[in-house]
């Protein structure tokens, strides 16, 4: 991928890279070993090089049925993104708040114990889909995507529990 710099054109593959975050928000509730703070390894996908956040660091906890996310990333002069959801597992939308979001809201639906499928979407149309799966010793989660078309997205996405 060819590099980009500015903050105009940064911005929609920053919001892409951000929902390959959201994906693994959506599966602190597979086991009590999963809740709590994530960090991204290696660099996120899709970001230019420029543009690549320093830290990335996502916690969520249980809400109910379901979970609460925060991410935070960090770049080198300071936060580029903070966001926030909470949602059960029922497939309903929920809204996400904050910078750096794709969509406007998100919906959360359990495949199996360790398999969460998040779908985006803004003004009602999906944007991205993502698939996030946690390792069977909780310690690893990696996530995949798919675009509106159902056309793979390049990059994954993979997070070390902290």
Same mark, same amino acid.
């Given at each position: 991928?060819? @590099?980009?710099?500015?903050?105009?054109?940064?911005?929609?593959?920053? %919001?892409?890279?951000?929902?390959?975050?959201? &994906?693994?928000? @959506?599966? @602190?509730?597979?086991?009590?070993?999963?809740?709590?703070?994530?960090?991204?390894?290696?660099?996120? !996908?899709?970001? !230019?090089?420029?543009?690549? !956040?320093?830290?990335?660091?996502?916690?969520?906890? %249980?809400?109910? %049925?379901?979970? *609460?996310?925060?991410?935070?990333?960090?770049?080198?002069?300071?936060?580029?993104?903070?966001?926030?959801?909470?949602g059960d597992?029922?497939? *309903?939308?929920? $809204?996400?708040?904050g910078s750096?979001?794709?969509?406007?809201?998100?919906?959360?639906?359990?495949?199996? &114990?360790?398999?969460?499928?998040?779908?985006? *979407?803004?003004?009602?149309?999906?944007?991205?889909?993502?698939? %996030?799966?946690?390792?069977?010793?909780? *310690?690893?989660?990696?996530?995949?995507?798919?675009? &509106?078309?159902?056309? $793979?997205?390049?990059?994954?996405?993979?997070?070390?529990?902290?």
């Amino acid at each position: 991928m060819k @590099a980009r710099t500015g903050h105009a054109h940064s911005l929609p593959v920053l %919001a892409l890279g951000l929902a390959v975050v959201l &994906a693994g928000t @959506a599966l @602190a509730q597979s086991s009590n070993s999963s809740l709590g703070t994530w960090k991204l390894r290696g660099a996120m !996908p899709n970001l !230019p090089v420029g543009d690549s !956040p320093t830290s990335v660091i996502l916690t969520y906890e %249980a809400a109910g %049925a379901g979970v *609460k996310a925060t991410l935070d990333v960090m770049g080198a002069n300071g936060a580029l993104a903070h966001l926030e959801f909470s949602g059960d597992y029922d497939g *309903k939308d929920n $809204p996400i708040t904050g910078s750096g979001q794709v969509g406007n809201v998100v919906a959360l639906t359990r495949l199996d &114990a360790n398999t969460v499928r998040l779908v985006h *979407k803004r003004d009602g149309k999906v944007i991205l889909t993502e698939t %996030a799966v946690v390792s069977s010793d909780g *310690k690893t989660m990696t996530i995949t995507n798919t675009n &509106a078309q159902g056309n $793979p997205v390049e990059g994954v996405a993979v997070w070390d529990r902290q």
